[in-house]
């Protein structure tokens, strides 16, 4: 009898569809998980950015302000400190340079003008406030040149 028509004989066809078929779910399943990491860090940034937003206006506002409070200072850096510890988070910039943008942020608000003591109201086109939206635009910058780098073809 021959060996090509026993049932358990090795058929080198059906190992080349195996084959194929494993290497092809690999292939799928590692670009579907790249496609999920992709759209969780657009929807991570999305949301960093709509804060970002919102944390720049109540700075300049704080700054533009008649009078504020220790509470506000103590409101506005935490809202520094949690924006930071969501970009470090979601890793959506090297140490380094997060580090960076954080300390030109926390400088940008924090150091001039933010002391209830001696705060004065601040007109739209003051050194203070350029610098606010400078570092906000540097940091959603770097964020969103990360994302690009990291994910080329979106």
Known sequence: MPVNNCPSSFNLGQLVTWILVIGGWFIINFQHNRREDRKESRA????????AH???VEAINA???GSITADDVSNITWKIKKLIDDIEYCILLPKDERNAHAKYLRKSITLDNLDPSNHLALQEDHKIIREIRTAFDDLIGSVEKHFRS???FS
């Open 54 to 56: 919102v944390l720049e």
């Open 44 to 51: 991570a940034i999305d949301r960093i950015r709509e804060y």
């Open 150 to 152: 990291k994910y080329p």
């Open 63 to 65: 700054h533009k302000a």
